[in-house]
């Protein structure tokens, strides 16, 4: 090989892997937490989202991030003024555990009912073990949430006035669910969308060509995620939708404007879904380099 490229590609997987450790380093860094909009505040570490949603009769929370960051969540609900007995409904978006590892501690603290999808359920049930995984053997384990409750695809569940609706988005995971609901905010309400990772990953052999099903699915929640209400996006990693830079521009500003983007779920499916469909040419290929 020659040496100049050698070295370049030497180079470029050095700096791809300080970029992977720096992001997962933030996924425990310490966030102040920040009004979204309306009753709607960010909780998360600064890597990792958690949602929470607020009412006088309840609040509800999205997400608990990796479990040892449970302390640092709990924290945040605090220095915002809420009581952590109040938070009654813990919603989730995908049963990894860098967004579910703490829901078991928080569910606990807390009290709250936990909720997701019928899969979604199922894979908190299993605390990462879950064969159907794409990411299986290589996705960490954390601690197990039970009893989950269902959760059904277009259903709404509530909080005092709060009205969450699940919307199935399976691809990442088979449980992968994102998330819709309205705040409002000086007499302007808007919709929030939580959408979940439209990103294609699976441990080495796995394909997801070899699961027409599988596939349709995936392809389905491009179409769901598009046709989404969707003023203001935010993902379960932030650096994915951009949403720090935009909370940034919008405290620069002193206006939400810099936050509301009623495309932002389009595009955010429309940037995905030839990712997807790249992965899927490439399984192709191998399949016919390796005959299997």
Known sequence: MNPF?????????????????????????????????????????????????????????????????????EANIRTLGFRLRDVRLILNSHAHSDHAGAIARLARDSGATVAASATGARELGLGGDDPDDPQYGMAPRYPAVAPVEVVADGAAVRVGPIAMVAHYTPGHTPGSTSWTWRSCEAGRCLALAYVDSLTALGRDGFR???????????????????????????TPHPEASGFMQKVAARDRGHSSAALVDPGACRAYAAAAEPRFEERLAKERQEARTTGK
């Open 5 to 73: 490229i050698r070295t370049t590609l030497i180079g470029a997987s050095l700096f791809l892997a300080s970029l992977a450790h720096a992001q997962e380093a933030s996924w425990s860094q310490p966030q102040q937490p920040f009004r979204i909009y309306g009753n709607s505040w960010y909780v998360g570490t600064r890597g990792l989202s958690a949602i929470l949603v607020t009412s006088p009769q309840g609040h509800v929370l999205i997400d608990g991030t990796l479990e040892d960051n449970a302390a640092q969540i």
């Open 208 to 234: 997801y060509g070899d699961e027409p099903a599988r596939v349709a699915a995936f392809r389905h929640s491009f179409a769901t995620v598009a046709g989404l209400p969707c003023d203001i996006l935010i």
